[in-house]
């Protein structure tokens, strides 16, 4: 599957179990750790676990594993790389202190809004 529309899949994914606040940052060209970030913010311990497994188990049932995963642990910044596609789930006060779209100023970002979200 080609990256952006990996990268996609995983918004519709994430918004399944409603992730807020969820953008797609493409670094075609700035850099060599991935094609695209996708950002989201989780409210609670059980809703980041919820979204990382959901996003886990769907694209496995497509023949799409994770090649690595981290934040299990404390589900305050969960990671999820997909190699060309490395997902985000943040805890709000952690996406807040890491800053990532402040980072990745310069690339394209597109911001999803929330389902709910009037606008």
């Known amino acids: 599957m080609e990256a952006k529309t990996l990268a996609y899949k995983i918004v519709d994914l994430a918004q399944d179990k409603k992730a807020k606040q ?8 700035l850099t060599g750790i991935a094609d695209f970030f996708v950002l989201m913010s989780g409210e609670s311990d059980i809703q980041i676990k919820a979204i990382a497994d959901h996003i886990t188990r769907e694209l496995k049932n497509i023949k799409i594993r994770v090649f690595h995963k981290e934040g299990f642990t404390s589900l305050r910044w969960v990671l999820l790389d997909y190699v060309d596609v490395v997902v985000h789930i943040f805890k709000p006060e952690s996406r807040e202190f890491y800053g990532l779209e402040r980072l990745w100023g310069d690339a394209k970002i597109d911001f999803i809004l929330d389902e709910n979200h009037a606008g």
């Open 22 to 29: 969820i953008m797609v940052i493409d670094l075609d060209g």
